[in-house]
């Protein structure tokens, strides 16, 4: 190869063209790179700071699920404790109006047996005013008061 003038003058629009590209050309297309990069990069911070948000969030929501099955737990064990009470309560006034009415059966038998008596001694009375009567309108004699007496037995 001969290197001559037109080597050099060939040089000229080389330089010219490689000038006018790191000039005008290349800055556009750096920037371009650069922008591109810089926008991936934030993607990629914007993507971990996401993770990182999504981390904390599912953090909370576990915690507040915690809290939630705890606190369900203890109204749970709340709404039995009053079932359990409200049970005792309802056993607790049904013996009491069991016991009531169980006395005022009492009372009730008590009373039809006094009621019973005081007939029973009406009746014995009346017997006993009938037996007199009996005996005074027969002559006086033990014998007679004796089976008088004995029929007035056997009929109280």
Known sequence: ??????????WIPFLVLAWFTARFIWPPITKALDERAAKIADG?????????????ANKAADALLAQTRVET?????DAEKRAAALIEDAKRRAEE????ILAQAKADAD???IRARE????????????GAEQILQREVNAGVHAELLNRLKTEL
């Not at 007939?119 to 009938?130: F, Y």
Request: charge should be positive.
């Open 1 to 10: 190869m001969n290197i001559n003038a037109t080597l050099f003058i060939q």
């Open 119 to 130: 007939a029973l001694r009406d009746q014995v009375a009346v017997l006993a005013v009938k």
């Open 111 to 113: 009373q039809q047996v």
């Open 73 to 77: 737990t203890k109204q749970i064990g």
């Open 44 to 56: 990629l911070a914007a993507a971990d700071k996401a993770k990182a948000a999504q981390a904390d």
């Open 97 to 100: 109006e069991g016991a009531k």
